[in-house]
């Protein structure tokens, strides 16, 4: 039912910052777990960091920790993934996710971004 469309992925310098977008369509957002995930060339989709319904809590994976910072604009219908000291390792074609249920519950993400690439080059 939610269609997601990701925005503000670019090439950028190693140290440098990037702010993310994924705006998605009218319905219960406000309900939905709100990740972002990426992938490498030759890698599989890596979780990066989600956000509760009322970011309330969030999540992050180790190799971000510290650097990105997940937010959400329910009133926008928009979740953001600030990324900060970025490293060439961070290159990867990154997407945004949706899930229903509870944060605090295991659960798959059904609905997909197509995905916006970052470089960060050495």
């Known amino acids: 039912q939610v269609q997601l469309v990701e925005s503000g992925g670019g090439l950028v310098q190693a140290g440098d910052s990037l702010r993310l977008s994924c705006a998605a369509s009218e319905g219960t957002f406000s309900r939905y777990v709100m990740g972002w995930f990426r992938q490498a060339p030759g890698k599989e989709r890596e979780f990066v960091a989600a956000?509760?319904?009322?970011?309330?809590?969030?999540y992050y994976a180790d190799s971000v920790k510290g650097r990105f910072t997940i937010s959400r604009d329910n009133s926008k219908n928009t979740v953001y993934l600030r990324m900060g000291i970025l490293k060439p390792e961070d290159t990867a074609v990154y997407f945004c996710?949706?899930?229903?249920?509870?944060?605090?519950?295991?659960?798959?993400?059904?609905?997909w971004g197509q995905g916006t690439q970052v470089t960060v080059s050495s």
């Open positions: 956000i509760s319904w009322r970011s309330d809590s969030t």
């Open positions: 996710a949706a899930r229903k249920g509870s944060f605090y519950l295991m659960g798959t993400y059904d609905y």
